[in-house]
């Protein structure tokens, strides 16, 4: 059974920083393709940023230069390093893999508020 569960999200300031993590189990991590989206109320979900199992990077343009993805295969692990956050950021944020996505986490929430 493939679980994905996200952790880390929480309460910040404009301008403040919070690394989110997703641990995977039941499927062959390092072949995953795995993503970070996220969903703000009243809008529709959205890719934040992708990773391969390459290791290549997409990220959405209203987070590039803030956001970083990242992997650690040892650790079935993929993270989401945020910078610069800004009240626009706030939503619940998911965790998901395969290059379609079907597999999903429960989400995080990430509130960006002074």
């Known amino acids: 059974q493939v679980q994905l569960v996200e952790s880390g999200g929480g309460l910040v300031q404009p301008g403040g920083s919070l690394r989110l993590s997703c641990a995977a189990s039941?499927?062959?991590?390092?072949?995953?393709?795995m993503g970070w989206y996220r969903q703000a109320p009243g809008k529709e979900r959205e890719l934040v940023a992708r990773?391969?199992?390459?290791?290549?990077?997409t990220y959405a343009d209203s987070v590039k230069g803030r956001f970083t993805i990242s992997r650690d295969n040892a650790k079935n692990t993929v993270y989401l390093q945020m910078n610069s956050l800004k009240p626009e950021d706030t939503a619940v944020y998911y965790c998901?893999?395969?290059?379609?996505?079907?597999?999903w986490g429960q989400g995080t929430q990430v509130t960006v508020s002074s």
């Open positions: 998901a893999a395969g290059s379609g996505m079907p597999y």
């Open positions: 039941g499927i062959i991590f390092s072949t995953y393709t």
């Open positions: 990773i391969r199992s390459g290791g290549d990077t």
